[in-house]
């Protein structure tokens, strides 16, 4: 199991702190102490993952929860309608976000927000969020909004206009609870989730080309299970 580098302010002074408490005989408040260091390790958590299905197929950025799939405008983005697969992320979830599609950056943009709860539908106006547009080989822009929750206090994105990235590149990450969009152009990419559905990132499709299936075997489902072998090791 991989973790981040942002994991360590938060995890280094837990731990320190247990230690000292331990060094003076405070043998419970230490192991308290030592409790929230592993939960804060665990939380900066980066599992390795596979996808071995479709090339064209786009994956989630994001582990959690589905809470809508819809269509949108964003001339932020680019011209025309876009399906919204909007997914939220608990505490307990894998808070690194993962490319959903291979291509070069064409756009990386941080808006400053308030932070209200990642559940609400106005979230994604208000929060604070980091959009990151990416244009694939075929010319198509998908696009991922990281947007901030009740309890996150950082939007953290890693990459930067003109960067060339592969599918299921680390691409950055939010601190304590948020929620993710991906959106793909309408007509060209058909959503294959609905809501309710949980989500890995970099192992579960969320949406595909139009006319696209995927086949048995590469599936979301088979996917996300070699995920989790790739995370058990």
């Given amino acids: 199991m991989r973790f981040v580098p942002e994991a360590w302010p938060f995890v280094v002074p837990a731990a320190a702190a247990g230690t000292v408490l331990l060094a003076l005989r405070h043998p419970g408040w230490a192991l308290g102490a030592f409790a929230v260091a592993l939960l804060l390790l665990l939380f900066f958590r980066d599992p390795r993952r596979r996808f071995a299905g479709p090339d064209r197929a786009v994956l989630s950025a994001a582990d959690g929860l589905v809470t809508g799939v819809d269509r949108v405008e964003a001339p932020e983005v680019g011209p025309g309608g876009f399906h919204r697969v909007v997914t939220f992320l608990s505490v307990f979830d894998v808070h690194v976000q993962k ?14 927000g308030r932070k209200v709860a990642a559940f609400r539908k106005d979230a994604g106006e208000i929060n604070e969020q980091h959009l990151t547009v990416i244009e694939t080989a075929a010319g198509d822009r998908v696009a991922v909004r990281q947007i901030a929750g009740l309890l996150a206090r950082r939007v953290v994105c890693r990459l930067r206009e003109g960067q060339t990235v592969e599918r299921g590149e680390p691409m950055g990450l939010i601190k304590f609870g948020s929620r993710v969009d991906v959106l793909v152009p309408e007509g060209r990419y058909r959503p294959s989730v609905e809501r309710g559905a949980r989500l890995k990132n970099g192992a579960s499709v969320i949406a595909l080309p139009a006319g696209e299936t995927v086949a048995a075997g590469t599936g979301t489902a088979a996917a996300v299970g070699a995920a989790a072998g790739e995370a058990r090791r």
């Fill in 99 to 112: 490319t959903p599609v291979a291509g070069r950056v064409i756009a990386s943009r941080y808006t400053r």
